[in-house]
């Protein structure tokens, strides 16, 4: 059976996936001021980084149409699969949801399966590449679908981040028991808790939180060796690549992937923060 999946341009895929034809992005809008950009192929992280430190109002994020999933969903694939931001962190799950509904209605029947990643970026990311990994093996449709959700329940994300105003003023830190002062260069490490944000910990400076968040992942992920961890970064490469190998030190994952952040988790995550999954 032939597959195809559609991902949210949260989903900061590998330029392998972004080329292949089983892979479709649909796309956020952003909004810094009066510029209105689309977070495809042509989104532009340096000039987009610029556009938001030169502004004084926060740069805002809108999840796309249903009418734009549905047009993804109307393909010669037989099984579709969605992978979506956190349905707590934006509108983009329930937009995909009716886009289903549309498709149904409208067009006809179809294996189409929504999965609310409880997550985003990286660990979107990881999903896609368990969905190919499942797809590929033979599954039927609904072993695919209970699979992967069970490998999405089991999923951790870990964030360190500059600066957490974005999030904060976007009302993403809701679930935050707590925040410390930026100007005492104290970096909250961050973890998803079922779809929401919490703190897991703090470091004096960028180096010593991603030092002790590497710890927190040695000393919590249970059978490294028969997982990916994914490491998304915001125009840090050479900072990504210190994480990895501070991960790698001491957990043997069976593989490690860099990826760059597209539109949406620059948005978030900010200029300098680093996303890890596994």
Known sequence: MSFKIVVDSCCDLPAEYKKDPRFEVVPLILQVDEHVIVDDDTFDQQDYLAKVAASSE???????SPELYMKAFDCDADDIYVITLSSKLSGSYNSAL?????????IGEKN???IDSLSASSGEVNIAYKVVDLAESGLKFEDVVTKIEEYRDEMSTFFVLDSLETLRKNGRLSGMKALVATTLNIKPICYGTN???DQRGQGIGMKKALVKMADIIAAEVKNPE???VMIAHVNCYERACVVRDLILKNTPFKEAVILDTAGVSTTYAGDGGIIVTY
Do not use: F
């Open 226 to 228: 028969e997982k990916r």
């Open 58 to 64: 926060c740069a805002k994020t809108a999840c796309p």
């Open 195 to 197: 779809g929401s944000i």
């Open 98 to 106: 009716l886009g289903k509904n549309l498709y149904l209605e409208e």
């Open 112 to 114: 189409i399966h929504i």
